[in-house]
């Protein structure tokens, strides 16, 4: 007999909770295992130095002794003085000749979503309304608008508003595109025979037992849609079947002591289940990422379904190629509408950079701290936060190597959630805490808005569709932001998810369109 009730124990099969597991996790909890885990002390926040947070845009300097080795351990029969200028005995590449080092690494390529997720933060008033208040008052019709999305898996909502008042395609529809367009590239580049692009980059994803079968039957049908269909086959590969692994869900708790929490139950009398959070990603893809490397794959990303920025950036996969770095973290200059997310912060007296999700593991008592003490000091002496774009890009062969102890490490953090069904705590781990386990990493300091397009509430995907961004009632502190915002979402649509504004919309441009607009950019 466990510590619940058969009632409640049954309660929880109906929602995929495994009553075993969770009594084992809420046992766990009281009993203090979890106490030794502390919110994370940060000793300074890190800025770019060209070492262990590097910029790309402004070029790259190696030794060839060290890039070749570098390239030579992976495998690559690749002559690198092609892409580089020579500098006595180093390689100096400009941004342009890292992305061009990079494209000859697609095949080589895995891209991982984090789907797990649920619209349930996302949507939620409360939520949206405590981190933007002002703004949520101008937004409240469009949330009524999106009720229908309110009980989907994030990934499958519309992830931005066109133009004209209609709802835009889905983040995973969207991701999806934009990767075959990046296989057709390399296909047209290689002068590979239509349809035969099979095994260029390797899709796969973290779903949750909750949403599995609906994120599935989504997936199928962007397969047979006029703006997936064709690229796929022009490809040679079937979206429909990407690999897929799912996460398992758990029970929320009472906002007490870790001795006195209990399950939390809704006013209704139902459960709250919620996945473990992105941390879990290691041991739910681990068979996975396993197999990825079997078959030759080298590097493989992992991003939050929700960045319509992280995509694949060919600078940062030639980076990792040269340097040997076990992994590369896409990080962005925090701004006013980064809120729930994390920082990079170093974490010891040796300079240690990890990654500190706000609220759970740097409290917003910290973060106030370090930005009070940022706006004192002289501005030579002035560092930028950074904010984790959610976005990483591994060395195969060490992940696969090292996830056990990545799985056994990881911190499980508990959270207080304050939504419209009440105030509840969460158990997760998170993913990005992987960065204080690596001893040779690096953040990649990037353009926001040309690679941080997230929306982590609702209020942030209208912001970046430019909603209502006119209307005197705006807040003057967030317009500028939001402009710059829909600058990037209009340059990333347009370009890389291969959409085109018409009528106020943004449809589809045709295989031919695409296809034209690659050869024509060669010449480039």
Aim: glycine share 8%; aromatic share 10%; proline share 4%.
């Amino acid at each position: 007999m466990g510590i619940f009730s058969e009632e409640v124990a049954n309660k929880m099969r109906k929602v995929h909770i495994d009553p075993t597991e969770a009594g084992r996790l809420l046992m766990d909890i009281r009993c203090g295992k979890y106490a030794h885990v502390k919110p994370m002390e940060a000793k300074n926040i890190p800025t770019i130095d060209g070492k262990r947070v590097v910029n790309l845009v402004l070029g790259f300097k190696i030794s060839f002794k060290e890039a070749r080795r570098n390239i030579e351990n992976l495998g690559f029969d690749i002559s690198l003085k092609r892409f580089a200028s020579v500098e006595g005995e180093s390689l100096v590449f400009d941004y342009h000749q890292l992305k061009r080092l990079g494209a000859e690494m697609i095949p080589y390529l895995g891209y991982g979503f984090l789907n797990g997720g649920s619209a349930s933060s996302y949507l939620d008033p409360h939520k949206n309304s405590s981190e933007y208040g002002e703004l949520f008052d101008l937004y409240r019709p469009y949330f009524d608008k999106m009720a229908p999305y309110k009980t989907q898996p994030k990934g499958i909502t519309p992830a931005y508003i066109n133009p004209n008042g209609s709802l835009g395609f889905h983040f995973m529809a969207l991701k999806l595109r934009a990767i075959l367009i990046e296989d057709l590239k390399y296909m047209i580049w290689k002068d590979i025979p239509r349809g035969e692009g099979k095994g260029l980059i390797s899709l796969f994803q973290m779903d949750s037992i909750l949403n599995h079968a609906t994120i599935a039957t989504a997936v199928e049908d962007y397969a047979k849609s006029e703006w997936i269909r064709p690229l796929a086959e022009y490809v040679g590969v079937d979206v429909a079947k990407i690999a897929t692994a799912s996460q398992k869900l758990s029970p929320t708790f009472t906002n007490k002591s870790h001795q006195e929490m209990e399950v939390f139950f809704k006013e209704n009398g139902e459960l709250l289940p919620m996945p473990g959070g992105h941390g879990q990603v290691y041991q739910v893809l681990k068979t996975i990422l396993h197999d990825l490397r079997k078959q030759g794959k080298k590097f493989v990303y992992i991003s939050n379904i929700d960045n319509l920025g992280a995509l694949v950036a060919k600078a940062t996969v030639a980076y990792m190629a040269l340097t040997g770095k076990q992994g590369a973290f896409d990080f962005s200059f925090k701004t006013e509408s980064d809120v729930k997310g994390g920082i990079a912060v170093e974490v010891d007296d040796k300079g240690l950079i990890d990654c500190g999700d706000l609220g759970s593991a740097i409290s917003k008592e910290t973060l106030r701290e370090i930005e009070k003490n940022n706006l004192e000091c002289p501005a030579e002496q002035k560092r930028e936060i950074l904010f984790n774009n959610a976005t990483g890009l591994f060395n195969l062969d060490w992940l696969d190597e090292n996830i056990d102890r990545i799985i056994e490490s990881l911190p499980l953090r508990i959270s207080v959630q304050k939504k419209v069904m009440g105030t509840y705590k969460q158990v997760e781990q998170v993913m990005w805490e992987v960065l204080g386990l690596m001893d040779n990493k690096s953040i990649i300091a990037v353009n926001k808005y040309e690679r941080f397009l997230a929306a982590k509430m609702f209020v942030e995907t209208l912001m970046n569709s430019r909603i209502q961004v006119e209307s005197p009632k705006y807040p003057e502190n967030l317009r500028e932001l939001a402009l710059k915002m829909n600058e990037g979402l209009s340059t990333l649509l347009g370009g890389r998810y291969g959409l085109k504004l018409q009528d106020g919309a943004w449809i589809p441009k045709s295989l031919d369109e695409l296809i034209n607009e690659v050869r024509g950019s060669f010449g480039r």
